[in-house]
């Protein structure tokens, strides 16, 4: 009896697999099913074989929680910078960092900061805070029934707590904070999110908060909205910078006046001074912080790395800070109170994306901190390049060189 009920189990266990099989299967003649006929409405036979190939054709599946009307898939370079050594919360790791993008010198740029940091004996690297906000706005009738409800709210701190729990297993409420303009309440809601980047965690926790503040309020408001655009939710904005909205990160170092003149043909002085002319410049032209740019390194990065490409917006925001030392070195350091990067969840398991995780040794969870800290330190790298090239006057020659194919003469 024991082995005919081991017989039929196993029959179950292979009719289930089978099913399953076949599911998959149609699951994945579906999707692709769906791209060909949107391909139909499109006379263009050469732009079909180019975004709808053979691998796009076989992936439409593995696509489709990830975008919608899919036709197929487009193809950017992605090239190597490093070693680049860090100096993280882990311990100290040496990373090659792939960077997606098709500007012509980027990549050197930073291969060549990745190197000097290296020499240097790596960069120190932390992630000091954390947190990711969805800031939902109450309209009342009058001041007195927002001063009402947000004193409501801030009595209701330990139920959030317990919705929140309910809601997600990864995310924690770390504060709920009103923020009271006439007769609106905005209320900032910022969570923890693990491994995850977390957008639409905090999206679906946030809401469900809404609907249990509502049903429970001792005024209602006259309208509410989910997001009011307090957050700083994939925008430049000053809120953050004395703040957090994801990971704030910081990374240093400090090199030596021989690496400087090796490495970037200039003295440590005139680093300095090109940084106090960029923290002038940045002031007249009112710039959010001082830094060269930060958006040539992160978004290669997130788009190598199938972060949110858009939140570069804010993640692009910080400080850059360069000084000399007693000894006559230079000390430079890089703060970015925005980076929004995860390495479970969002696109981070698309196969491409997956991939350059895995060059990094950073996919899956336990590693989105590291992968914060590679964000500071590719970024430390790409500032010493740039700022070494104004100041060696190689900027424009190595530009000409690397898109043109033009000889890099006259460098200092």
Known sequence: MANEDLTVNTNEARNTRSASLATTSRTYEEAAFKAARRWSHLDSAACRDELFDAKAQMRAAVYQNNIE??????????????PLKIHGEAGTTEYRVPLATTEAALVASYNRGAR?????GGCTARVVDQGVSRTPMFAFANLIDAIRFAGFIESQYDKLHQIVAQATGHGKLLSAKSTIEGNNVYLDLRYSTGDACGQNMVTFVSDAICVAILEHS?????????????????KANAKAMADVRGKRVVAEITVSRELVREHLHTTPEHMVDYWYAGAIGGVLSGTIGIQGHFANGIAALYLACGQDIACVAESAVGVTRMETTDAGDLYTCVTLPNIMVGTVGGGTGLPSAKACLDLLGLAGPGNSIALAEVCAGIVLAGELSIIGAFCSGDFAKAHRSLSRGEPMEGSK
Not at 69 to 82: E, K
Not at 116 to 120: M, N, Q
């Open 218 to 234: 001792p005024v209602t408001p006259r309208y509410w909205f989910l997001e009011a655009n307090f957050s700083g939710d994939k």
């Open 116 to 120: 000097l940091l290296t020499a240097a």
């Open 69 to 82: 009307s899919y036709i197929g898939t487009v193809s950017i370079p992605v090239g190597l910078a490093g």
